[in-house]
């Protein structure tokens, strides 16, 4: 069903262990890493919790594609494990202020998004 982590250009593990050690303190314990089967362009990545499991679109995997943009990514999934769904009553809130904070840590952030919005 999924791929796992080596993709043709980029591997999500050697990815995930680089951001763990600079954001993270090395601190995360790594989920199930795999690219999508699709190159889906509205979903760039999902942190699924019920198989501990980050995907990312297959559309990231590109010579093309700036590491920066895909290490953009992976480093925002990585925060779903770190800061996780917050339920208050029926609301649930994905991206806490706590998430959103802890974002900004990101280097290069704006520059980052700016890499996908003109994939």
């Keep these: 069903l999924l791929s796992g982590p080596r993709g043709e250009h980029y591997q999500l593990d050697e990815a995930f262990e680089d ?3 600079r954001y993270f303190h090395g ?5 199930l890493l795999s690219w999508s089967r699709h190159a889906s362009r509205s979903i760039l990545g999902h ?4 198989h501990n499991a980050i995907i990312i679109s297959k559309l990231l995997d590109r010579a093309s594609v700036p590491a920066l943009a ?3 990514v992976v480093f925002h999934e990585m925060l779903h494990l770190r800061y996780p769904v917050e339920h208050k009553g029926h609301r ?5 202020r706590e998430f959103r904070e802890a974002e900004k840590s990101f280097s290069n952030l704006s520059k980052a998004k700016e890499m996908l919005r003109r994939l």
């Design 19 to 21: 951001l763990n050690f």
């Design 27 to 31: 601190l995360l314990a790594r989920p």
């Design 47 to 50: 942190y699924d919790p019920s």
């Design 70 to 72: 895909l290490e953009y």
């Design 92 to 96: 649930r809130r994905v991206h806490t």
